[in-house]
């Protein structure tokens, strides 16, 4: 808790991109599995994308697929969403997660503090 650091958020239009960032200096979560979920206002938390420990598989909500594409450097430091074909719907505060199984059916053991992504219509 409070060992993973997020970024990459902003303001894009509409079918525009972004590139999250979630950073593990201290390797505290290396050998979990890592993703990301989102919360707009009003609305509970929800899962956008995982990565198991190894990279060798991914998951992605269904909003996600096709646009979204979650990977890993080899280090296993750091956890990147190439979101793309950005919608307004994707507005939200999105979370990196470190945690077991794919995080949807797993456990969330480390939360990054949230980076706000914005897509305007």
């Known amino acids: 808790q409070g060992q993973l650091v997020d970024s990459g958020g902003g303001l894009v239009p509409a079918g525009g991109s972004l590139r999250l960032s979630c950073a593990d200096s201290?390797?505290?979560?290396?050998?979990?599995?890592r993703g990301w979920f989102r919360q707009a206002p009003g609305k509970d938390r929800e899962f956008v994308a995982a990565?198991?420990?190894?990279?060798?598989?991914?998951y992605y909500a269904d909003s996600a697929k096709g646009r979204f594409t979650i990977s890993r450097d080899s280090a296993k430091t750091t956890v990147y969403l190439q979101m793309n074909s950005l919608k307004p719907e994707d507005t939200a505060v999105y979370y990196c997660?470190?945690?077991?199984?794919?995080?949807?059916?797993?456990?969330?053991?480390?939360w990054g503090q949230g980076t706000q992504v914005t897509v305007s219509s």
């Open positions: 997660a470190a945690g077991t199984g794919l995080l949807v059916d797993g456990t969330v053991v480390g």
């Open positions: 201290g390797r505290t979560f290396s050998s979990y599995a």
């Open positions: 990565i198991t420990w190894g990279g060798e598989t991914t």
